[in-house]
Each structure stands twice: as C-alpha cells, then as structure tokens.
C-alpha cells in the first residue's frame, strides 16, 4: 500500500486549501513535505483567489522531524542546503503569490512550522496554538527567513527573546504581540471564511496591494534569505550542533 501524500489540496470554488498530511508525527517536516507543499503552493496560488494552509491531526507543524535528516540521501552539506531553499521557496511563494493566504495554526508550531504560519498574509489561531522557534538553543539556525520578518511583526527586542530563548509562546501571548491576525475557537473554519471573503474581491488590486506592503516592509527579503543559509550551514556544520541536537532529539523521545 502506498503511503498517503504528505500533503492534500483541495478546492472550494475559488479557495484551495492545502492541508499538511503527516498527523502521525505532527506533520513535522522532511524532504517529501516540503517538496509537495512548494508545489502545491505553486499550483494553486496561480488561479486561487485566496488559499489556506493548515496541518491535519493535532497540530500545525511539529518544524523538524527529529527521526529523519533533511540531507536523507548523503546527509552532505550540499544536499542539506537544498532542503534549506526549499524551506525558503515556502516563505518566497506564500510571500509572492498574486492571491492572499490564510494559515490556519492549532497546536504545535515549531521552527521551520512557524515560519510557514508566519509567511501568510492572515494567520488565524487557535485556542490550542502553541509557537516557538527552538533552533538557536539547540546549535542551528532558522532558514526561512524569520529572522527578517519576525522583528516587524513583534519588535526587534521581543523578537531576539523568541529566537534566542526557544521559548513556548501560547495562543493569548500570540495574539498580543503580533504572531496572529486573530484568534478563533475553529482556527480552520474561520482561515476558510477569511478566504472566502477575500476571494472574490478585485484580484489585481489584492495583489498589487499585498506586493506593495510586501515590498515596503521586507525589501531586503532575499539578501536576508542568503544571510540565513549561509547560517545554517555554518551552525549545522559544528560539533557543538551535533552533540545540542542529539541532546534535543533523545529528550524529546523521552518525553513522548
């Protein structure tokens, strides 16, 4: 029996919803997810008039998965970096696509997770929707541009203590400082009802409007994207990443 897509599209008239397909471990990312939701978003940002992206199960997105490499074939630098772009595309799509698009967060969202959520246009939370971005406490570095959209969204001082602390930040604290447009008891009832307005409304104008908010406040975007792979690869290269990651990983399984 072959295994179920890492993620599902569907389409509701002029509303895709793209849902990450991996519940059984929080639809926590790997080289199959994240190469089936670049598509996906490729797709249907295309024709949509707005799109959702939400996690099925019990969460959003768990970041990492802890029991893979995002390097599967070589575990080489190389191949790691490639993994690190297309984390990167997700934020470049989402962020450039002529249509808006709806994260819709319950439970976990995590590293790479969170800056999927975060990439969107409206982020809809749930009373469940827990973040936090743990790379920097356990020797990596985030990768999908968080660094330069996370202080326009919170600050740059509150911004640091997310991403240097790794702490957990619930849904009430969420909403307050910035990480979601609103809160909601069914946060993917309510990512479709946002789409649904939004849908039929001028396309050329949500899109050029977006564009322009977009450009004012992330100009430097991709010289930032750069910045952070070059990052990653040097803090994924240490000894010191290897013995915090193993530490991360053989805690968490005993925690589960």
């Known amino acids: 029996m072959n295994p179920?897509?890492?993620?599902?599209t569907e389409r509701d008239g002029d509303v895709a919803v793209i849902?990450?397909?991996r519940p059984e471990v929080l639809n926590a990312?790997?080289?199959s997810l994240l190469t089936a939701l670049v598509d996906a978003l490729r797709a249907e940002t295309v024709s949509a008039g707005a799109v959702v992206v939400q996690g099925a199960g019990r969460a959003f997105c768990a970041g990492e998965d802890l029991t893979e490499t995002l390097a599967p074939r070589t575990g080489s630098a190389e191949e790691l970096r490639v993994a690190?772009?297309?984390?990167q595309e997700i934020t470049r799509?989402?962020?450039?696509a002529r249509c808006p698009v709806i994260s819709a967060v319950h439970g976990y969202a995590v590293g790479g997770g969170a800056e999927i959520a975060l990439a969107a246009d409206f982020v809809i939370g749930g009373p469940s929707a827990r973040m936090k971005f743990p790379e920097a406490v356990i020797g990596h570095a985030p990768t999908g541009?968080?660094?330069g959209r996370l202080p326009l969204m919170v600050g740059t001082l509150r911004a640091k203590d997310l991403l240097l602390t790794g702490r957990w930040v619930d849904a009430v604290e969420g909403h307050a400082i910035g990480l979601y447009t609103e809160l909601a008891e069914d946060p993917k009832s309510r990512a479709v009802e946002v789409a649904q307005t939004l849908a039929d409304k001028p396309r050329r104008s949500?899109?050029?409007?977006k564009q322009a908010v977009e450009l004012a406040a992330h100009a430097n975007q991709e010289?930032?994207?750069r910045m952070e792979i070059d990052m990653a690869s040097y803090c994924f290269a240490s000894v010191e990443n290897a013995e915090s990651f193993a530490a991360f990983r053989d805690r968490d399984r005993s925690r589960a």
């Open 29 to 31: 990312l790997n080289v």
């Open 19 to 21: 849902t990450l397909n």
């Open 93 to 96: 799509v989402m962020t450039a």
């Open 206 to 209: 949500m899109s050029s409007v």
């Open 145 to 147: 541009g968080i660094t």
């Open 84 to 87: 690190f772009v297309q984390l």
């Open 4 to 8: 179920p897509p890492p993620v599902l």
């Open 223 to 225: 010289l930032n994207l």
